[in-house]
């Protein structure tokens, strides 16, 4: 079955490490995003990619960042530098990256759930 | 400021009757405006989208409604069931703008009792 896939689901880190969130998948999509939740807050963005080799800052890059080396994978790094880094990571695909030249619908993972100890 | 609001953080309602969930933006021109479902510690799974340049759509028990006037879209699901509760997500695109710039609510969270 086409999807995505995150992992781990669970992650627990000790402040000061870095962590990276795995994302693949096998739906032959360009585009791919993170996005972070938090409780009470809307899905807000960190970074897109919509072409290997490339991707853009979203809404809140700071003390994160990812690598598009593939057009499967898209790995999100957490880095010592973001402060707050609890919260539910969710990466979702799009068939294409495009501005404003049709509706993309995302396809989502089922999120990673990120702890600082 | 832009804004892009779900009225009510939580939805109770009655097995069988009719759940209403409301999407209100403010100083935004969306090209098109769509609705998910999230189930808890899951992603969210896309449901609906409507163009500004359509009144509603329907899939199954589901319907939306766009209104570019009152800058508000609709919700409905009708002869909700327990299945039915989740978290609902609204979110829109600006005109112009890219896919990264797609605007999400903070949902409703929707409990339809027996």
């Known amino acids: 079955d086409g999807g995505i896939t995150q992992s781990p689901k669970y992650l627990f880190r000790k402040e000061g490490q870095n962590v990276t969130l795995s994302c693949e998948q096998n739906?032959?999509?360009?585009?791919m995003y993170w996005y972070r939740q938090d409780p009470g807050q809307g899905l807000r963005l960190i970074y897109y990619?919509?072409?290997?080799?490339?991707?853009q800052k979203g809404d809140i890059a700071e003390g994160y960042s990812v690598s598009r080396e593939k057009k499967e994978s898209f790995p999100l790094t957490v880095t010592s530098a973001q402060k707050n880094p609890t919260a539910f990571y969710l990466c979702?695909?799009?068939?294409?990256?495009?501005?404003?030249?049709?509706?993309?619908?995302?396809?989502f993972g089922a999120g990673s759930r990120l702890t600082v100890l | 400021s832009q804004k892009i609001e779900q009225n009510s953080e939580a939805l109770n309602i009655q097995e069988g009757k009719t759940a209403t969930l409301t999407c209100n933006y403010t100083?935004?021109?969306?090209?098109?405006l769509q609705w998910y479902r999230q189930d808890p510690g899951r992603g969210p799974v896309f449901l609906l989208l409507?163009?500004?340049?359509?009144k509603e759509k329907r899939k199954e028990r589901l319907k939306v409604t766009f209104d570019t006037t009152l800058k508000q879209s609709l919700f409905h699901i009708t002869a909700s069931q327990p299945a039915d509760s989740a978290t609902y997500l609204c979110?829109?695109?600006?005109?112009?703008?890219?896919?990264?710039?797609?605007?999400f609510g903070k949902g409703t969270k929707l409990s339809v009792k027996p």
């Open positions: 979110a829109l695109m600006n005109y112009g703008g890219s896919q990264g710039n797609l605007i």
């Open positions: 990619s919509q072409i290997v080799n490339d991707f």
């Open positions: 100083n935004y021109s969306p090209a098109y």
């Open positions: 409507i163009r500004e340049n359509e």
């Open positions: 979702a695909s799009t068939p294409r990256g495009d501005r404003g030249s049709g509706a993309n619908v995302l396809t």
């Open positions: 739906l032959n999509h360009d585009a």
